[in-house]
């Protein structure tokens, strides 16, 4: 039994362990990103606010007893029934639907921007994780290499080979490494924190190599801003903004319009027994209506508001476009600088400097060449390495933001 269950904690363990990649962690962002689930209730409210706009005034019952001392004078008793219905007369119900709806639209389209800026977010984060990871690996075999050096030195030390200080400085620098790589340990662990927050609490104990899937062709910047005025969900929220804004105007103007109120009523009076003034059972029926006198339509300042919203939500609009051309060729700009820097760093020159290093480190094993040379080349390939690796995640993340800022997933 027990021989079962290690076999079974291994196989979990090791599932657990399985590195996480772009696709899976992308998905689950946009399933389980707790932030994006808190956005998403917006619709559904407003989808509700839809609905509450449609309901109707709600009629009147009104029920009077009198009793006109029937006991002393015999005057009689009456029970008198009404009902009474107010009427906007600029149909605000229409209005306060159309409001309702448009606002809904409008929420709709500012989700869509939300995880357009949520999605780029998190790919910036995996690339940090990237980097982190990559940057862990280079300093990990860093201070492996640096650990057989310091014991070699140590060794060689003893048998007269080398001078102590050459040992000490070896031993001291393995040291330096060592804690460089608990540094770097942390930040990637940090990293997959992030990670783990942007997918919704996701477990992450390491992440693929895989590809981002990030496709961008070579375009004119000028149709890059073209696509992204078609495309992106915030501009299509500012021209909804505009449209809102006019139906809110027409709401006020509506809920500034009298509300005539219809009413109807039925009376049953008893027998007046009264010798003086006597009278007979009878029923009463009435009609009537009422006409409000809007002396507070002489304020027109919910008007004028709403008239400057208007104007307000154009103003914006068009700010929305500057806005975003402006986005678009400033992530261009620093997408092609992103590419030249990252080309510059060529598998060559890396080659080269790892070439160098076992060199430097052969001549140095052979007594041929000083420590401080080796040391050199160490720092040498580290620079040229994390150079490299902070320009391929440069690169993902500029290609995230100028993908943000055209509103596409892929270009």
Known sequence: MKKIF????????????????????????ERSNAAYLAEQYNVEIADAQAVAAKVFNDPELTADFSDNQDRTLMMGRSVELGLSYNVNLANARKARIEV??????VTR????????????EAIEAWAQAW???????????SSESMDKIAASDSLRA????????????????????KGDLLQAEADYANALTALSVMAGGMTFTDISDDGLGLTISDRPVDELVAIA????????????????????????????SPEVGFNVGYSYNTEVRNEIA??????????GMSIPLKFSSANKGERVAAEKAALQAEAAYEAALQQIEAEVRMAWSSYRAALLAREKCSDQMLSDAKDILESRKAAYSQGDSSLLDY???????NDTAEACIGAKATVISAAARLLAAVGCESL
């Open 375 to 381: 040391l050199l080349a160490v720092r040498v390939y």
């Open 278 to 287: 006597p009278a007979p059972l009878f029923h009463g029926v009435t009609v």
């Open 158 to 177: 003893a048998l007269g080979e080398i001078g102590r200080t050459d040992a000490m400085q070896s031993s001291i620098e393995a040291r330096t490494m």
């Open 131 to 141: 980097e982190a990871k990559s940057l862990l690996s280079l300093k990990r075999t």
């Open 229 to 256: 005025q078609g495309r992106r969900a915030d501009l299509r929220a500012a021209y909804l903004s505009k449209s809102l804004s006019q139906k809110n105007l027409a709401l006020v103007k509506a809920l500034r």
């Open 109 to 120: 389209a500012l989700l869509e921007d939300y995880f357009r800026s949520l999605r780029c």
């Open 6 to 29: 290690s076999i079974l904690l291994a196989v979990v363990t090791a599932f657990a362990a399985k590195a996480q990649t772009f696709g899976e962690y992308i998905s689950e962002v």
């Open 100 to 105: 309702a709806r448009e606002e809904a639209q």
